[in-house]
């Protein structure tokens, strides 16, 4: 099939889904149209690889879900920061996920000593993880296994820095959650795995340094 005639499949392929998904159920887009409550935030690599609901098996109206280059948290970023705010303070999710994958465009770049133009800034980030884990990562010979400790460091960072924001300090010590996970997923097998970060604890050492929210409930003016 060519991308033209993709183009114009696209339109029959959306009615041919409508119509499965009403022969399911026949309330299923009035229902979806009123609310949504996604127990889920997915933050994930723009890679069009990796789509969240699909890879999570899971239907529409249970993830929230942002998307760029790498999977970055990037403290700049108003599209990140704004995507946190309103599923965490709003839509009051309970999970906020970092996913990355193996084989990552955006971590391969950042490895190459090159002027990437425009691309310089965000990869910096990437860049920046590496310096923080510099000894570890110059200690794995191999650059394949380099390459996806990288992954899973960027994903482990990325955690951190949803964790520095406030909503989330906010929202964790109001109503325990939204607790805060890094996924790596695998191109080559489809699984996804969960690097078992240890929210508290990460929390608590960021906290050390990131405190912007008093520390109990009985602070807040509720
Ligand atoms: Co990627």
């Known amino acids: 099939m060519t991308e033209q005639d993709l183009y114009r499949e696209v339109f029959e392929r959306n009615r041919q889904w409508v119509a499965k998904r009403i022969a399911q159920d026949p309330s299923f887009f009035e229902h979806l149209a009123k609310e949504q409550h996604p127990a889920f935030l997915f933050i994930g690599c723009a890679d069009s690889r990796v789509p969240a609901s699909t890879i999570m098996g899971i239907e529409p109206g249970e993830v929230f879900v942002h ?10 970023d108003s599209n990140s920061l704004a995507t946190i705010h309103y599923a965490v303070d709003h839509l009051k999710v309970k999970f906020v996920v970092v996913c990355g994958h193996y084989g990552c465009g955006g971590v391969k770049a950042a490895m190459q000593p090159r002027d990437l133009g425009i691309l310089n800034g965000w990869l910096r980030e990437i860049r920046d993880v590496y310096r923080l884990h510099q ?21 482990q960072e990325q955690c951190l820095n949803v964790i520095k924001t406030a909503v989330v300090q906010r929202n964790f010590l109001k109503r325990e959650a939204p607790t805060v996970h890094g996924w790596v997923y695998d191109l080559s097998t489809g699984l996804l795995k969960d690097l078992e970060i240890p929210f508290k604890e990460s929390l608590e050492k960021v906290r050390e340094l990131y405190r912007l929210t008093p520390d109990s409930r009985k602070d807040f003016d509720l």
Do not use: S
């Open 67 to 76: 998307r760029n280059v790498a999977n970055l948290v990037v403290n700049t």
């Open 135 to 155: 000894e570890e990562l110059d200690g794995i010979a191999d650059p394949v296994a380099r390459e996806r400790r990288l992954v899973e460091l960027n994903v």
